[in-house]
């Protein structure tokens, strides 16, 4: 079974650009969650959607909005990039939500210039 | 907001000596998982706690879950090279909160 994949791996952008990150969950999980990752640190959630809803939103300002499809596929957008965004954008699939294992995917490097 | 601390941030290990990692809520957790992040990869399941006290065992790993469910450790007997990475625990307060990750502990393994 193909497991957690997302794209692109890497981008650069510069201060004040969207991106939008993209994430393919493991078949029959229909929960996804978006992580930021600073290095040195441990992720940071961001989002949780399970079954097309919102599920759960963590610390993050407005500029930063997900979605999540019919085929439980997700979407992350970041707005008006900050130098501060630069991170690793993880994504994690799970049968049900964040009482169930996690399954990583092997993230977007996004590096704001 | 709610945290997860995690002590050691770093540690340097001899092969074939044992390594623990420690987990402190102030907060009651329902549950706490441990993941492993390999230099440059992204972070892998290792196992899930969900009883006060639970203890559970994967080859040279034992995962402890404290009576009172604030804590947890992880230790590693005889480490070894492919052990090198760094270890997080992970904390739900409850139902469908989303997982809080502790900084996570840094392990490196001198042969």
């Known amino acids: 079974d193909a497991g957690v994949t997302q794209s692109p791996t890497h981008l650069i952008k510069t201060r004040g650009q969207q991106v939008t990150l993209r994430c393919s969950p493991i078949s029959g999980h229909k929960s996804v969650s978006w992580y930021q990752q600073v290095l040195g640190q441990g992720p940071q959630f961001i989002f949780q959607y399970y079954e097309k809803e919102e599920r759960g939103r963590g610390n993050f300002p407005d500029r930063f909005s997900a979605r999540q499809f019919p085929n439980y596929s997700s979407e992350l957008n970041v707005n008006a990039l900050l130098l501060g965004d630069s991170a690793l954008y993880l994504c994690a699939s799970s049968l049900r939500g964040s009482s169930y294992e996690q399954y990583f995917g092997p993230g977007t490097r996004l590096t704001v210039t | 907001g709610q945290q997860v601390m995690q002590i050691p941030q770093y540690q340097h290990v001899q092969e074939g000596e044992d390594f623990t990692t420690y987990c402190n809520s102030s907060?009651?957790?329902?549950?706490i998982q441990w993941y492993k992040q390999r230099p440059g990869g992204h972070p892998v399941f290792l196992i899930q706690?969900?009883?006060?006290?639970e203890v559970k065992k994967q080859k040279r790993l034992t995962f402890q879950f404290g009576e009172a469910k604030k804590n947890s450790s992880l230790h590693i007997t005889a480490t070894q090279t492919t052990d090198v990475g760094t270890y997080f625990c992970?904390?739900?307060?409850?139902?469908?909160?989303?997982?809080?990750f502790g900084k996570g502990t840094r392990l490196s393994v001198i042969a």
């Open positions: 706690l969900v009883k006060s006290g």
């Open positions: 907060t009651t957790l329902s549950n």
């Open positions: 992970a904390g739900q307060y409850s139902g469908n909160t989303p997982l809080v």
